[in-house]
């Protein structure tokens, strides 16, 4: 089925190529948000911690 | 500030999502290869940003003699070092992709390692001396000498020899060489992953300032 979008032809439904590359890249970018996810709450704690420190006498 | 530092890890969130799934891969490369440039670029651009931070402490430290900046200036090379490091690990994944082999004598390749090697000798002379304030006059000293060099190796002598690699941003032609989604996400990342260095060494001063008064107060109780 072939639709008209914003004056460019989307073909529908996308060949399997293109399929899977878009679903690897949502999976690394999947990946790359936990790590990152992970990484900014590990910073969070470290942040809590230094400053729980910096207030005790 | 509590709740920056909260925007800054969904800023950061929705950064890295769109890095793989907004702007279309750039013509002329292989794959997907060119979304790297949204993160091997920020390292590097990081690194160099902390390297100057620490040649300002640095400096601010010989001026006025205070331990915090040299706090600072310590963190700023450490975290500059973690950068790099990371800057050349992505472009080493790039370049195996595109020219086949992780490692290629390039001479942005090998200035910065050498720019490595400089600030990792930062670290080896802090080690070598026990002496608190001779050990930070001559780090600061050698941040100084060091960051007279970091232009040198990541702006002039990549610039002024072939390379392989793609073009930068200030290039031969000073235009931006980007479509928008690419703009965004390059200039987001640029300023996302700046913002989380300066939280980063916000803590690493922090945690070297805690650690320095600990021991002086346990040199106090011996």
């Given at each position: 089925m072939m639709r008209l979008h914003r004056g460019r032809r989307l073909i529908f439904p996308a060949p399997r190529e293109t399929i899977q590359i878009v679903s690897s890249l949502a999976y690394l970018a999947g990946v790359n948000v936990v790590i990152w996810v992970g990484l900014f709450f590990y910073l969070w704690r470290l942040d809590r911690r230094i400053s729980g420190k910096e207030r005790e006498p | 500030m509590k709740a920056t530092k909260a925007l800054l890890g969904l800023y950061m969130a929705v950064f890295t999502g769109a890095a793989f799934l907004w702007p279309k891969p750039a013509q002329g490369?292989?794959?997907?290869?060119?979304?790297i440039v949204f993160f091997h670029v920020p390292c590097a651009w990081v690194a160099s940003l902390a390297f100057l931070v620490a040649a300002g402490y640095s400096l601010a430290y010989l001026v006025r003699r205070n331990a915090r900046h040299d706090d600072t200036a310590a963190a700023a090379v450490r975290l500059g070092l973690l950068f790099a490091v990371l800057a050349l690990v992505t472009g080493s994944l790039f370049a195996r992709i595109?020219?086949?082999?992780?490692?290629?004598?390039d001479p942005r390749e090998s200035s910065f390692l050498l720019l490595i090697f400089l600030y990792a000798a930062y670290l080896f002379l802090r080690n070598a001396i026990e002496d608190r304030e001779r050990r930070a006059t001559v780090a600061a000293a050698y941040a100084l000498f060091a960051a007279v060099l970091m232009p040198f190796l990541v702006f002039v002598a990549p610039r002024i020899t072939q390379s392989l690699h793609p073009q930068t941003v200030i290039n031969p032609q000073g235009?931006?060489?980007?479509d928008t989604p690419t703009r965004a996400v390059f200039f987001g990342g640029l300023i996302g992953f700046s913002a989380l260095f300066f939280w980063m060494l916000e803590l690493d001063t922090k945690a070297a300032r805690l650690r320095r008064e600990g021991a002086v107060s346990a040199r106090r109780v011996s």
């Open positions: - | 490369f292989i794959g997907e290869s060119s979304r595109m020219w086949g082999s992780y490692w290629n004598w235009k931006i060489l980007m």
